[in-house]
């Protein structure tokens, strides 16, 4: 079973700090690999996807990944309070159709 | 506007009844997608489609049926058969080639009276 794993939290960080947000998985065949925002009652909303082994910057978003380690995180700069949602990383198996799979959630938490 | 929109944002379902749940979109994209979200819990795929008149079982088959018969339109059939089936549900799209991201609609979400 390909499987995401997340750091359920919550992961509660002050105003202004850096967040940082973590992932695993076990599919080593992985190529594509998405962050989603999710607030209470909503649905996931697409912050940053990554492709390539690095760093790719999008605003106060970072989103990191090393293949060799099969690891992708994400940090968030300036951290506010709107920010406090359930964060999703979600992996494109190495399969033939475009199916992703899903961690379970980070709870980010950015308290004044 | 683009988007995907699905109907309704609430709905119940009475024992032994079969209810569907609409997901249309005007992206023009190839694929689509359903999911089913528990409290706590990740994105589970039920259903998913690459292109109209074909579709594949995710994770989580059991219990829904779904059609494509137009690109714009992907409906959910939770069954009888679906004896859990209180959950938030996602619908999804994209274009369908390569790794490209995945867009959902606002949810629906279902619970048993």
Known sequence: ?112 | DGGITQSPKYLFRKEGQNVTLSCEQNLNHDAMYWYRQDPGQGLRLIYYSQIVNDFQKGDIAEGYSVSREKKESFPLTVTSAQKNPTAFYLCASNPGQGGQPQHFGDGTRLSIL
């Not at chain 1, 925002?37 to 082994?53: A, D, H, T, V």
């Not at chain 1, 790719?56 to 992708?72: C, H, I, P, W």
Request: charged residues 20%.
């Open chain 1, 1 to 112: 079973q390909k499987e995401v794993e997340q750091n359920s939290g919550p992961l509660s960080v002050p105003e202004g700090a850096i967040a940082s947000l973590n992932c695993t998985y076990s599919d080593r065949g992985s190529q594509s690999f998405f962050w989603y925002r999710q607030y209470s009652g909503k649905s996931p909303e697409l912050i940053m996807f990554i492709y390539s082994n690095g760093d790719k910057e999008d605003g106060r978003f970072t989103a990191q990944l090393n293949k060799a380690s099969q690891y992708v995180s994400l940090l968030i700069r300036d951290s506010q309070p709107s920010d406090s949602a359930t964060y999703l990383c979600a992996v494109k198996n190495s399969g033939g159709y475009n199916k992703l799979i899903f961690g379970a959630g980070t709870r980010l938490a950015v308290h004044p």
